[in-house]
């Protein structure tokens, strides 16, 4: 599967932004999807994921502000991403697996090209 990532831009403290991940391939809904950042000076961590069913996962600093969703008709997976804070600045990079993706996830098998975003204060 490969993935393409969008929506990354600036935003001012307390706004939203949505990134979108479009998947390739006939068997998108065998993925489990989700969102990873890395900040500048520090290792990618996870933030969101969700299974083929819908189940979402969430990293600690961003529950409630952030939501993952899918759409398998449209391959595509979302990060909305709301009351941005200035340490959420990062490369927000999508990812899938037929695996899981959880908070523990720190190596799936498919990564996408990141998108920066940049959240002002």
């Known amino acids: 599967v490969q993935l393409q990532a969008s929506g990354g831009g600036l935003v001012q403290a307390g706004g939203s932004l949505r990134l979108s991940c479009a998947a390739s391939g006939r068997t998108f809904g065998n993925y489990a999807m989700g969102w990873f950042r890395q900040a500048p000076g520090k290792e990618r961590e996870f933030v969101a994921g969700?299974?083929?069913?819908?189940?979402?996962y969430y990293a600690d600093s961003v529950k409630g502000r952030f939501a993952i969703s899918r759409d398998n008709a449209k391959k595509t997976v979302y990060l909305q991403m709301n009351s941005l804070k200035p340490e959420d600045t990062a490369v927000y990079y999508c990812?899938?697996?037929?695996?899981?993706?959880?908070?523990?996830?720190?190596?799936?098998?498919?990564w996408g090209q990141g998108t920066l975003v940049t959240v002002s204060s």
């Open positions: 990812a899938a697996d037929l695996n899981l993706i959880v908070p523990t996830t720190t190596t799936p098998a498919h």
């Open positions: 969700i299974s083929w069913s819908g189940n979402t």
